[in-house]
């Protein structure tokens, strides 16, 4: 049986609601979605199928170090996403900055933030993306850079278009980027999305839907910043990634 958009619609009312009820009964804010969410349905399939495992005992059984990096492996357009080939790319061009926060809003600095993407015309470059849209010969969609002394972070990139998946009949995903911390405070990559507002996708993606707080999920929306956007250049949208603590950042924990 093939799943329609209105059985998905149904779905994340049906969740919805019990959130809502949960919360005005006293319960806590969810601030992260379960590793299960039924409207997603290949989300079983993204996260070990067994309990984790707290590792006790010898601590050499753990890793002790956190990745090592520095400004030698970031070149001067890592960064830029609309200069990595010899022309120009197709698309709006955009600017994307903000700061990388702990939970008390104080900025984390030298960390590194990848950023990956699909064209303007929503598709990535890699070989699984085989959905009948134009590859784009200029733009391969990877940046990264280093967070400066006060946490900032800033990419020059091309804005993504919707794209479908299989999760249901007529599905699309909202235009969004994926970004990726790595820390010197801790060893697990950190895996988020970056949404662009007034998108009229929002409601029927079951991915952003999981986040069923709706403070939370309008967390992972950026707002557009008239002062970075550049004259006759891009426009500018503003976005901060908060690390932990009551208005963290949705991370993709188990998925």
Same mark, same amino acid.
């Given at each position: ?29 969810? !601030?992260?979605? *379960?590793?299960?969410? *039924? ?11 067994? +309990?984790?495992?707290?590792? @006790? ?9 956190? *990745? ?21 790319? $197709? ?17 984390? @600095? ?6 990956? #993407? ?8 890699? %070989?699984?993306?085989?959905? +009948? ?32 998946? @299989? ?22 990559? %950190? ?7 007034? !998108?009229? $996708? ?15 999920? #309008?967390? %992972? ?9 550049? +004259? ?10 908060? %690390? ?12």
């Amino acid at each position: 049986m093939t799943l329609t958009q209105s059985d998905i619609d149904s779905e994340l009312a049906h969740i919805r609601d019990a959130y809502d009820k949960a919360r005005a009964e006293g319960a806590p804010a969810a !601030d992260h979605p *379960p590793r299960d969410f *039924p409207p997603y349905r290949s989300s079983v399939l993204r996260h070990p199928e067994q +309990p984790l495992v707290a590792v @006790r005992g010898d601590p050499e059984t753990v890793e002790l170090h956190t *990745p090592v990096f520095g400004h030698t492996d970031i070149t001067a357009i890592d960064n830029d996403l609309t200069a990595q080939h010899q022309g120009e790319p $197709l698309g709006e061009r955009i600017t994307v900055s903000g700061r990388l926060l702990d939970s008390r809003g104080r900025p984390v @600095r030298g960390q590194l933030i990848e950023l990956w #993407q699909a064209n303007a015309s929503g598709r990535y470059a890699h %070989l699984r993306d085989q959905h +009948p849209a134009p590859l784009d010969p200029n733009f391969t969609g990877v940046g990264r850079t280093l967070t400066g002394d006060d946490g900032s972070y800033r990419f020059t990139t091309i804005k993504p278009g919707a794209y479908p998946w @299989r999760n249901h009949e007529n599905a699309w995903r909202p235009a969004h980027l994926h970004f990726s911390v790595f820390g010197s405070a801790f060893t697990q990559r %950190l895996v988020t999305q970056m949404y662009f507002p007034g !998108d009229p $996708l929002f409601g029927y993606d079951p991915i952003l839907q999981s986040v069923t707080d709706p403070s939370a999920r #309008q967390r %992972l929306v950026a707002a557009y910043d008239h002062a970075l956007s550049q +004259p006759e250049w891009s426009l500018g949208y503003h976005w901060d990634i908060v %690390l932990d603590g009551p208005s963290a950042t949705w991370i993709e924990e188990g998925r």
